[in-house]
């Protein structure tokens, strides 16, 4: 079936198609359509499906970690802040191992409260022990999705999977997606066969105290998982090659990489501004390719240590920041390459909040980096306009004023 | 039935690490004699975390799912979804009960959420708060439901507030079953444990759980202060069933006049969490103050009482 729809709704569709059975959402700009899509879905009986309208995004994480410990295939999506407001239970879900998937439409923190793209909010996730996903398309939105309940079921993963995807670029723009056949689907992901859960026959205690003696064995299983996920990644994309027909890229996805001299990596949409600018670079007589991450955790750490092995030079862009660092992407790479790679490294960190990011910038950017013109870690898109500053001035006056009246 | 009628399956095994007297441990065993093995246990961030000891060991014969501390209600919402899901399956054909146990700060403090959202949705579970007034797994500090006066280690000279009163909350939620409940009378909590089990939707129950380390009295009088807890009128047994309440057990006694109420201090004496009420000097202005309350309340329950009674002579309305 072909259609033309957002990329909320596309994913709505997939969640369908993957056969979930709980789903519990709290509303959070700019996920909501999904769970307003699914809520219809059931509530007309397309979707045979429960759904759980919580009063939290802590509740609504702690839902799938009770209906997952009973041994259904369960979803929900979020946001931002509402990512945020789980992320105590993100950790439960990763450390007591449960194949939890969950979309996380990428939008920027506030304050001040901004709606639109950027990638902190699942950065700030980082080390809760999900595997990350990111799309760049709708249509890697819908096969991702289906995918990740792969990966996450697993049994030598058995993680929780977050989808992620960028605000309004991919969310709320409308493309054409082709959705599988759901004998096609059910083909490619067979009825869960949960490693453990509440069983009366079995009554185990999972999740009590545990001493230091035992603790860490338990987080290296985590660090295992992660390292089996890489594989597993790579199966289901090219499973699901074989039986829907679509692919995106294992861990990574390249373009231009086997002759380029120069390579960017990002992650998201803002890759395929990315090509963009590749194409133009190459015009110009720049060899330069693209590593599109896709899995940032399990990190690709293989894959970008073969493609930056003699290399000239690193430009990673990062749509988030690791304050008092640099964007967590530019580390991680840096960090992958370590003694793989003699390429100067440079970051961008850039399209925060939304800020509308054209390849022109990138193309220029990139060729500052490649001509040795530019700052290690820059911020290209930065401009500081007139009420920037006029609202500087009014603190700072208003802040002397202060310091004058308490001096008198 | 009497206490002796009891099924003597032991769901709460021996050798957990509960303190001696730990109250948590005597409502747990009660409450699983209640409901049986067909149970889905949901332990919410407190002592019973601990005392159901350390991994690899457990001292709950049943599922049990650990949980973080904001999370019972909705937690318990998962579960119940997908117990629904799973007998529409046909994996269950009786369906398991959910039952979420949870702290006093689990409930009245950070979890109040979590519960308010699951009971409006009228999730099926049912609810037990074990109240020991305090964070005694942190080594006793004042919660929502720490009562006026009380020594902890963050309100030492007393706490200056009232409690709330969490299960009057819960039936504002209209939900079809709340309770109370006391360890000195342990078949009126078995009792209401059972009728729990048998009705669909949100239960709430609530049992007093005087803690000897954090109330300061010794380890073999945590049924002796619960007794007088009820007979001094300062802790009230009742259940609500669709939002008519009736009291029970030794509240009933005392509101029907069969009894009198035993003067707090005898209940407040008892405690070291209190003795500052009385030593070096009396305080008379806050003992005052709780048994004024206390009195209040009972008598304004006789009063209603009496006064339904007379309005069912008038034969205005039927008799339920």
Redesign the interface.
């Known amino acids: 079936m072909k259609i033309i729809d957002t990329a909320n709704h596309a994913v709505a569709y997939a969640a369908k198609l993957a056969r979930v059975e709980v789903v519990s959402a709290y509303p959070i700009t700019p996920q909501t359509q999904i769970i307003e899509e699914i809520s219809r879905l059931i509530d007309e009986g397309i979707m045979d499906c429960e759904y759980i309208p919580v009063e939290s995004e802590h509740s609504a994480q702690a839902a799938l970690i009770g209906a997952s410990a009973t041994g259904v295939r369960v979803f929900s999506a979020t946001s931002s802040h509402g990512l945020a407001y789980m992320h105590e239970l993100l950790h439960w879900a990763a450390a007591v191992r449960l194949p939890i998937v969950m979309v996380n439409v990428n939008r920027a923190m506030g304050p001040g409260w901004n709606i639109w793209c950027d990638h902190q909010d699942a950065i700030a996730a980082r080390d809760t022990g999900w595997i990350q996903l990111y799309c760049a398309s709708h249509q890697e939105c819908v096969d991702t999705l289906i995918q990740a309940f792969r990966i996450a079921e697993d049994h030598r993963v058995i993680m929780p999977v977050m989808v992620n995807y960028d605000a309004f670029v991919l969310s709320h723009t409308y493309m054409k997606v082709e959705f599988p056949e759901q004998e096609t689907v059910d083909l490619f992901l067979p009825e869960l066969d949960p490693m453990w859960k509440l069983d009366l026959d079995n009554p185990m205690t999972h999740g009590s105290v545990i001493y230091p003696d035992d603790y860490e064995e338990v987080r290296f299983s985590m660090q295992q998982a992660h390292g089996n996920a890489r594989k597993v990644i790579s199966e289901a994309a090219a499973e699901y090659r074989v039986i829907v027909g679509n692919y995106h890229g294992d861990l990574t996805e390249e373009f231009m990489t086997e002759d380029a001299e120069h390579i960017i990596v990002a992650m998201g949409s803002i890759a395929s501004e990315a090509k963009m600018a590749v194409k133009q670079l190459r015009e110009e007589g720049l060899a330069c390719g693209v590593v599109r991450i896709r899995s940032y955790r399990p990190f690709p750490v293989e894959e970008l240590q073969r493609v930056m092995r003699g290399k000239r030079t690193l430009v990673v862009i990062d749509r988030d920041c690791s304050f008092g660092l640099e964007g967590a992407l530019f580390s991680d790479v840096k960090a992958a390459s370590y003694g793989h790679s003699d390429a100067r490294a440079y970051n961008l960190i850039t399209g925060l909040g939304g800020r509308d990011i054209t390849y022109g910038l990138l193309a220029g950017a990139v060729r500052a980096a490649v001509e040795g013109k530019a700052e290690t870690v820059r911020w290209p898109a930065l401009r500081l306009n007139e009420h920037h500053l006029a609202s500087k001035r009014g603190v700072e006056a208003a802040w002397q004023g202060r310091q004058k009246r308490s001096a008198s | 039935m009497r206490l002796k009628d009891l099924p003597e399956e032991e769901l709460f095994l021996q050798g957990s690490a509960a303190c001696q007297g730990c109250p948590g441990s005597m409502a747990l065993r009660v409450a699983f004699k209640a409901l049986g093995?067909?149970t889905?246990l949901?332990?919410i961030a407190s002592c019973i975390?601990?005392l159901?000891?350390?991994?690899?060991v457990?001292a709950?014969?049943?599922?049990?799912?650990?949980?973080?501390f904001?999370?019972g209600?909705?937690?318990?919402?998962?579960?119940?979804?997908?117990?629904?899901?799973?007998k529409k399956r046909g994996?269950f054909t009786e369906e398991?009960t959910v039952l979420v146990w949870a702290g006093d700060g689990g409930t009245y403090d950070i979890g109040i959420?979590?519960l308010?959202?699951a009971a409006?949705?009228n999730t099926n579970f049912i609810y037990v708060c074990y109240n020991n007034e305090a964070y005694s797994n942190t080594g006793t500090q004042r919660s929502g439901a720490t009562p006026y006066a009380a020594w902890t280690t963050n309100t030492v000279s007393g706490k200056q507030e009232w409690r709330k009163d969490v299960a009057q909350i819960m039936v504002a939620h209209n939900v079809p079953y709340v309770a109370t409940a006391s360890l000195a009378y342990p078949m009126d909590f078995y009792q209401k444990m059972q009728k729990a089990k048998s009705i669909p939707g949100t239960k709430y129950i609530e049992i007093l759980a005087p803690c000897p380390p954090a109330w300061k009295f010794p380890s073999e009088a945590t049924v002796q202060v619960s007794r007088l807890a009820v007979q001094s009128g300062l802790w009230l047994l009742y259940e609500c069933e669709n939002g008519h309440t009736h009291y029970t057990s030794g509240t009933a006694r005392l509101i029907e006049g069969r009894s009198s109420a035993k003067p707090v201090e005898e209940y407040l004496r008892m405690q070291g969490r209190f003795r500052h009420l009385f030593s070096p000097e009396k305080d008379e202005k806050r003992v005052g103050e709780i048994q004024e309350r206390i009195s209040g309340i009972v008598e304004s329950l006789k009063f209603t009482a009496k006064m339904r009674e007379h309005i069912m002579d008038l034969e205005i309305m039927p008799r339920p």
């Not at chain 2, 159901?52 to 690899?56: D, L, N």
């Not at chain 2, 209600?73 to 799973?86: E, F, N, T």
Request: hydrophobic share 50%; no cysteine.
């Open positions: 093995r067909n889905l949901v332990v975390s601990v159901q000891s350390p991994f690899p457990s709950l014969d049943l599922p049990v799912l650990n949980m973080a904001a999370s209600g909705a937690v318990a919402s998962g579960i119940s979804a997908a117990v629904r899901r799973l994996v398991p959420q979590a308010s959202g409006e949705r």
